[in-house]
């Protein structure tokens, strides 16, 4: 071994001991677990040819199941940020009575089963369910419809819309706040040129955090459904169901276009956020 190599595998300046081989064996295992399934994911569906791939994707049903899963993932995330918004406000300004227990159950829904968390929704606005047994009198449906999907998607995405947003609101300055009152400016004048501004990046950022898992989301979404195909079936379900069916190149067909559509999402919303903070920052 060469010594350019031994001082490779040195911690050199850094204060962490071994620092080199450790980055070097977590960028190894990161490959292992991360980089190899995507990449087998992104060879895989093309191993029969162009031809076949896009016969695969030349399916109705497959169509429908990604347009049902993006338009619920985007009406989810779209209405999580200003519930997020308020809830993150009242955690970080609001000095509630009981703000540590709900500052908790904030975060159950990232550690609840999925399966969990459809059942007890799924129990919750079914037809003979306590909210969908009122909700019924009024001729609202939740259940077994998009509606449902969108219900489901919102309850396992605001987490990530608050804990984006939450940092931010506690490192804003009280005092510009402070002195745009003085300066005789109105509140609402005070949240849009203060506030608002600032947290643009975490709003950004939350909403494409719960796209994503929305998107790809399974659990939570099939007991409340319904999962009827053409009305209320998911891109994820749509891949189990492709999979009992022995269609091993549909369900590598829908599963690919899932992936390149969140790193795509991801992509694109890291530069808009990128391109607001840049906005924010004073100049």
């Known amino acids: 071994m060469t010594l350019s190599r031994l001082a490779f595998f040195k911690a050199g300046g850094s204060a962490l001991p071994g620092y080199r081989l450790s980055l070097t064996l977590t960028l190894v295992w990161t490959?292992?677990?991360?980089?190899?399934?995507?990449?087998?994911?992104?060879?895989?569906?093309?191993?029969?040819?162009?031809?076949?791939?896009?016969?695969?994707?030349?399916?109705?049903?497959?169509?429908?199941?990604?347009?049902?899963?993006?338009?619920?993932?985007?009406?989810?995330?779209?209405?999580?940020?200003?519930?997020?918004?308020?809830?993150?406000?009242?955690?970080?300004?609001?000095?509630?009575?009981?703000?540590?227990?709900?500052?908790?159950?904030?975060?159950?829904?990232?550690?609840?089963?999925?399966?969990?968390?459809?059942?007890?929704?799924?129990?919750?606005?079914?037809?003979?369910?306590?909210?969908?047994?009122?909700?019924?009198?009024?001729?609202?449906?939740?259940?077994?419809?998009?509606?449902?999907i969108v219900l489901a998607l919102m309850f396992v995405g605001l987490p990530f819309v608050v804990r984006a947003v939450e940092p931010v609101l506690r490192n804003l300055p009280h005092e510009l706040e402070e002195a745009a009152h003085l300066l005789g400016a109105r509140p609402w004048q005070v949240f849009v040129r203060i506030i608002a501004a600032p947290l643009l990046p975490a709003l950004i950022t939350g909403f494409g955090l719960a796209f994503a898992r929305g998107i790809g989301e399974y659990g939570s979404v099939i007991f409340i459904a319904g999962n009827q195909p053409f009305k209320s079936e998911i891109a994820p379900l749509l891949i189990v169901v492709r999979l009992q069916e022995f269609d091993y190149p549909g369900a590598t067909a829908i599963a690919l276009v899932l992936l390149c559509v969140s790193l795509l999402s991801l992509a694109l919303i890291g530069g808009v956020r990128r391109r607001f903070a840049l906005w924010s920052e004073p100049a």
């Open 31 to 148: 490959g292992f677990f991360i980089v190899l399934p995507l990449s087998t994911l992104l060879v895989y569906p093309w191993q029969g040819g162009p031809a076949a791939m896009l016969a695969a994707l030349h399916d109705s049903r497959m169509l429908a199941a990604l347009w049902t899963s993006f338009s619920c993932a985007g009406i989810a995330a779209a209405c999580n940020v200003p519930f997020g918004l308020l809830l993150a406000w009242a955690l970080a300004r609001g000095n509630l009575p009981g703000h540590r227990l709900a500052d908790a159950l904030i975060d159950l829904p990232l550690a609840l089963p999925t399966a969990v968390s459809g059942i007890t929704l799924a129990t919750l606005y079914g037809p003979h369910g306590w909210l969908g047994a009122l909700l019924s009198v009024f001729g609202i449906s939740v259940s077994y419809n998009k509606a449902g």
